[in-house]
């Protein structure tokens, strides 16, 4: 299975809270996960990526956890800023890049 | 100018109409790609060269013909679409055409197929 499951499909979230999207694969052969912004009128944008053989990567207040066993990789968005509010695609690849149907966050302030 | 920039952001066209799709990136990058953004679906792709040279078309319908005439540039020929063709579509650079190479993406032109 090529597929990337996301979800939610959209999230609102307050101010200074967290943010979770997660996704889910079947095929075990991915050994890249990476993480995508797309702000309204813009192309998406490199956020942060994982490899399989660590379960945890953080940069600034944005975290990848990995669970290889259950097959499935989470975004976290910590304090959650109103400048957050964008399509967040995660994806999987082994040599092509397959990506998640997206998550539409809004950060209210 | 730095980055990938595409032209025109917004284009609208019949279904007898052929019209062209404009890629440029300025970042030094080998491969470049055309991707398809529809709502609420995954990012498709289309198309990937690398090194001028095409080496993958995802089941492209013949009515989308890329055209590659160097590294830095990249083309989209759209000639009779269907209305189900409308999108968003991103063109894209990377280093390399290798999995683990980010992917830089322009802002897209928003095709409307009356």
């Known amino acids: 299975q090529q597929q990337v499951k996301q979800s939610p499909q959209s999230l609102i979230v307050q101010k200074g809270g967290i943010s979770i999207i997660n996704c889910a694969y079947e095929n075990t052969a991915f050994d890249y996960f990476p993480w995508y912004q797309q702000f309204p009128g813009k192309g998406p944008a490199l956020l942060i990526a994982?490899?399989?053989?660590?379960s945890e990567k953080k940069e600034g207040r944005f975290t990848i956890s990995f669970n290889k066993s259950a097959k499935q990789f989470s975004l976290h968005i910590m304090d959650s800023q109103p400048g957050d509010s964008a399509t967040y695609f995660c994806?999987?690849?082994?040599?092509?890049?397959?990506f998640g149907q997206g998550t539409t966050l809004q950060v209210k302030p | 100018e730095t980055g990938v920039t595409q032209t025109p952001r917004h284009l609208v066209m019949g279904m007898t109409n052929k019209k062209s799709l404009k890629c440029e990136q300025h970042?030094?990058?080998?491969?470049m790609y055309w991707y398809k953004q529809s709502a609420k679906k995954p990012l498709e792709l289309m198309f990937v060269y690398n090194f001028k040279e095409q080496t993958e078309n995802n089941s492209v319908p013949s009515r989308f013909s890329p055209e590659c005439p160097n590294s830095s540039h990249l083309f989209l020929h759209l000639h009779t679409l269907q209305p189900e063709d409308s999108a968003l579509y991103l063109c894209a650079s990377s280093q390399a055409a290798s999995y683990n190479s980010p992917l830089h993406f322009g802002n897209g032109t928003r095709l409307t197929v009356t």
């Open positions: 970042l030094g990058h080998n491969a």
């Open positions: 994982i490899r399989p053989d660590v």
């Open positions: 994806a999987a690849t082994t040599g092509k890049l397959i």
